[in-house]
């Protein structure tokens, strides 16, 4: 039985933790939460706080989850066993979390994700595919051209210490990914990798009613 444990110490979170594509990040989190109008959500994964505190600014009730209590979460526990009741918040974020489980405890992740919202759950995760070719052009009177095109890696991937598993290394395509979702009894909605940010793949998980 998987026994989840803290990987990242405090001190992790501060000084080079905040680099662009990090920053970059976050504005999706934001984006993708806000867009939704949810009046309470589950951040799941607290970090350096940054989005809860962002999120609260802008009239979101938030509550935070993680299994370190030094972080000071407002929970205090594991994604795989989240101790909310069912249908706590409308909306539910996970951003860079999965990825620190086995992938065999990612479906269960995603169920307890899915039981605790009302609606949606919105998660992140690094997408270890390597871009191919990023073109975004834009020359008066023609409409913008954007070519975004990334290939699976050749490499397997190796517990680091933090990461299980990376999408897009061998054995962990999107189809095995969006599989776990459905089992799960989610939906995915819409999912994207940044232009801007082409190391993390964003996925929209709808509730079915």
């Not at 979170?13 to 993708?32: M, V």
């Not at 989850?65 to 066993?81: A, N, Q």
């Not at 073109?135 to 210490?161: E, M």
Request: some cysteine; hydrophobic content about 45%; aromatic content about 8%.
């Amino acid at each position: 039985m998987f026994v989840p444990s803290i990987q990242v110490k405090n001190a992790h979170y501060g000084g080079a933790y905040d680099h662009k594509a990090r920053w970059l990040n976050y504005w999706y989190q934001i984006r993708e939460v806000l867009d939704r109008k949810p009046s309470a959500v589950l951040e799941v994964g607290i970090g350096n706080g940054l989005v809860a505190n962002y999120l609260r600014a802008q009239g979101v009730a938030v509550i935070t989850l993680d299994i370190d209590p030094s972080l000071k979460p407002d929970v205090v526990g594991s994604i795989t066993k989240i101790p909310l009741p069912d249908r706590s918040v409308d909306d539910v974020l996970a951003a860079e979390v999965i990825e620190h489980i086995p992938f065999d405890e990612v479906e269960n992740a995603l169920r307890e994700m899915a039981r605790v919202s009302r609606r949606w759950v919105i998660v992140t995760t690094p997408d270890s595919r390597r871009t191919l070719l990023s073109l975004d052009l834009k020359l008066p009177f023609i409409p913008a051209l954007r070519i975004f095109i990334k290939v699976p890696s050749l490499r397997r991937h190796v517990f680091n210490g933090q990461h299980y598993w990376e999408m897009g290394k061998r054995g962990h395509a999107y189809g095995k990914v969006a599989d776990a979702v459905h089992r799960a009894g989610l939906a995915v909605e819409r999912h994207y990798v940044p232009m801007d940010c082409p190391t993390k793949h964003v996925f929209i998980l709808r509730k079915p009613a």
